[in-house]
Nanobody
Framework: QVQLVESGGGLVQAGGSLRLSCAAS????????MSWFRQVPGKGREFVAT???????NYADSVKGRFTISRDNAKNTLYLQMNSLKTEDTGVYYC????????WGQGTQVTVSS
């Protein structure tokens, strides 16, 4: 079992940057994959980026070239560096881990103003 706690959300102007963090309650070395999703009111949870234990990375087309996912196994932390933010990036960002079952954090709000 693993608990996930996101931080780093906030209000930023379009074109700005934010870095989200997801702290895990135990070692993430063996966790198969860790990801970021986001959700806006009235819509389902949307995939943003994922990184596997082997280092394979994938991004949603909407964030390619602007967002960077990384993991620091020594700190048991997942990151999402978000640059060139757009208003459509606004939403609640959730950390996800797949380790024989799904684990979710509580989410952190990101608001991008025009």
């Amino acid at each position: 079992q693993v608990q996930l706690v996101e931080s780093g959300g906030g209000l930023v102007q379009a074109g700005g940057s934010l870095r989200l963090s997801c702290a895990a309650s135990r070692s993430i070395v063996s966790i198969n994959s860790m990801s970021w999703f986001r959700q806006v009111p009235g819509k389902g949870r949307e995939f943003v980026a994922t990184i596997t234990s082997g280092g394979t990375i994938n991004y949603a087309d909407s964030v390619k070239g602007r967002f960077t996912i990384s993991r620091d196994n020594a700190k048991n932390t997942l990151y999402l560096q978000m640059n060139s933010l757009k208003t459509e990036d606004t939403g609640v960002y959730y950390c996800h881990a797949w380790d024989s079952r799904n684990y979710w954090g509580q989410g952190t709000q990101v608001t991008v103003s025009s």
